[in-house]
């Protein structure tokens, strides 16, 4: 059963690694913006699921905090660029 | 090895190889709004699958995963559409438009009236 969340977490991994890149690289704030959302649901999904490895319930309660505060910076940043702030 | 450990350990198989093609969309597609395409709409179901495997493997942990689960549906494409029109209203149009089909971009005369009426 363990190698099934190392597998997971290494396909995670890999994934956060391609779209740290892309915040890095990428040529618009868009492109940053988007990079910055997909880490943000990804983090909160291998958050839950260390969670569940560690056996602390508390790491639930944190990844849903974050995605709260993810989801209301990635709206502040789009109003921001579409010029209403 | 019981039932509910063979449900979650699928589900968060699926989960991550969903979230690993949405981060890889990010990497590789072109534009802005295919981007967003790929990163939202799969990293989507990813997350969402994911956290409903760990609720199969747990079972007290259920209803806080499916209010994480809820929160994600609703949270992810309202940014992405707020995004999407931030991009657009900033004068980054999608890679499809061009200047001889006009109408295949509708919003594009409700965002700019003015370059209509001063092309007429």
Known sequence: MIYIFYIALSFMAVGMIFSFVRFVKGPTAGDRTVALDTLTTIGVAAMVLLGYMF???IYVDVALVYAVLGFIGVIVIARYLEGAL | MSIM???GGILILIGSI???LGALGIYRMPDVYNRLQAGTKATTLGAMSLILGV????TSWMMKALILIIFIAYSNPISSHALARAMYKRGKYPLIYNEDKASY???RE???PKKEEGRL
Do not use: K, N, P
């Not at chain 2, 609720?55 to 747990?58: S, V």
């Open chain 2, 5 to 7: 450990e063979i449900i």
């Open chain 2, 55 to 58: 609720g199969f493997l747990e």
């Open chain 1, 55 to 57: 056996q602390r319930f």
């Open chain 2, 105 to 107: 971009d509708a919003y």
């Open chain 2, 18 to 20: 969903f979230l690993f």
């Open chain 2, 110 to 112: 409700v965002v700019e």
